[in-house]
């Protein structure tokens, strides 16, 4: 009796909550200790900007203003965004990714900020944000709160601002559809998408000005893997 009088879907944002409880939790404490094993072998715990970012800011030679940095991690592409001259804040769910992208800002001497929360409870003033990119959020967003998620950025975007994401493509994520992640009640560790999967999802949102397999980089300027799509966007008015 107790679920029939408190599992009452009354309008939409019961519905999203529903389908939360379908998947399986990757909450706070997952993130945390997923970052607290710094010396995994994991190819974004470098401390260099995706390739994408530099290539974005050396092909934007106007006016600085602020940028948000979505899913930060340990801040690498936040603090190359302020030395960039970016009024430059991160944001990560994981309190732990925090904790580490703030001792290196100090190591760094960098004024770049850092933010412990969901972007999903983040909030700022409209068209603030002059750059906003995702490196390796949204492949991780259930599919039915990424429309929430991708209406968010283009709401904080500015009117000629950029968007700018880094993504799974099928040889880095799982390659399974949307309707196969409530049937398997899990996202299998971050979702790849093929290119018209990707297009159909940004395009209400974004112009799509460039849409690439990233660079496969070895180097110590920029990180690069090919098991990701490069996304460079102008918010659709």
């Not at 290539?55 to 600085?64: A, Q, Y």
């Not at 944001?91 to 904790?99: G, H, P, R, T, V």
């Amino acid at each position: 009796m107790d679920k029939i009088n408190s599992e009452i879907i009354l309008n939409t944002e019961d519905t999203l909550n529903m389908l939360d409880t379908l998947l399986e939790k990757w909450d706070q404490d997952w993130w945390d200790n997923f970052y607290k094993k710094k010396e995994k072998p994991i190819p974004f715990f470098v401390d260099v900007p995706d390739e994408n970012l530099v290539s974005l800011i050396e092909d934007n030679k106007g006016p600085k203003g602020k940028a948000l940095d979505i899913g930060c991690g340990n801040g690498r592409n936040t603090q190359y965004l302020d030395r960039c001259g970016y009024l430059s804040t991160g944001i990560d769910f994981s309190e732990e990714s925090i904790k580490w992208a703030k001792k290196n800002a100090i190591i760094k001497k960098s004024e770049a900020k850092f933010i412990n929360q969901s972007f999903f409870d983040y909030d700022d003033n409209l068209e603030s944000y002059d750059l906003i990119h995702d490196s390796g959020c949204l492949h991780h967003i259930k599919p039915h709160r990424r429309g929430q998620y991708l209406s968010k950025i283009q709401d904080l975007l500015s009117v000629d601002g950029y968007f700018s994401l880094t993504c799974f493509n099928l040889k880095g994520g799982t390659n399974i559809s949307d309707f196969d992640v409530y049937k398997k009640a899990s996202m299998q560790g971050g979702l790849g998408f093929s290119e018209t999967k990707l297009r159909k999802v940004l395009e209400p949102y974004f112009e799509v000005e460039e849409m690439r397999v990233m660079k496969e980089l070895d180097g110590e300027e920029s990180f690069g893997k090919d098991i990701c799509w490069v996304v460079r966007m102008r918010k659709r008015e």
